[in-house]
């Protein structure tokens, strides 16, 4: 009797190991075949001298790109158990929108100044030449609440902080960050290492 156990259990663990591999493979099959760097429009010079813009409107034109992004965002977000999606303006509220959509999560908005309409808690952080502040409603997320940061690009890394800082500045807990694009050479180490953080995409 105790070898017919031991032999089912070892048979659930080999159908377990065998499904999780089928997973696997086909994620990395979908990541292989979704190549989408083709779909990011590179712009030189813009919006200044020397600055090469990632434009993601080609991805968005392409319904299975976006619908790639949002469901790989959806996959490694789950595994994570958030209670609310927080999108960085302004493009990180078009993922940011779409992913809580397709999670039944709630959707907050983190805007730049005087954007929001009712009392906010805000952020002011540095950037190269001078300083920003972002805002959020209030009332928008409550004390230990797990918190998935969106944004469609990672760059010198000042927003995504300020982000950070203002949800846990409201008791939130950032437990995931997700961004189409991260530009490896200009993002900050510390955020590169931080295990919070998922992309499709470097530059």
Known sequence: MRLLYDLC???????????LRFITTKHDLNELTMDLTRYIRSIPDFPEPGIIFRDITP?????????????????????????????????GFIFGSALAYEMNL?????????????????????????????QIHSDALKPHQRVVLVDDLIATGGTLQASRLLVEKMGGDVVGINSVIVLKEICPTEILQDEA??????F
């Open 106 to 134: 709630p959707f907050v908005p983190i805007r730049k100044a005087g954007k929001l309409p009712f009392s906010i808690e805000e952020i002011e952080y540095d950037l190269e030449y001078g300083s920003d502040t972002l």
């Open 59 to 91: 991805l968005l034109l392409n319904q299975e790109c976006f619908r790639y992004c949002v469901k790989e965002f959806s996959k490694r977000s789950r595994a994570i158990t958030p209670d609310l999606i927080v999108g960085i303006e302004s493009r």
């Open 197 to 202: 953080l998922f992309y499709l995409v470097d």
């Open 9 to 19: 259990k070892d048979i659930r663990f080999l159908n377990n190991a065998i499904a």
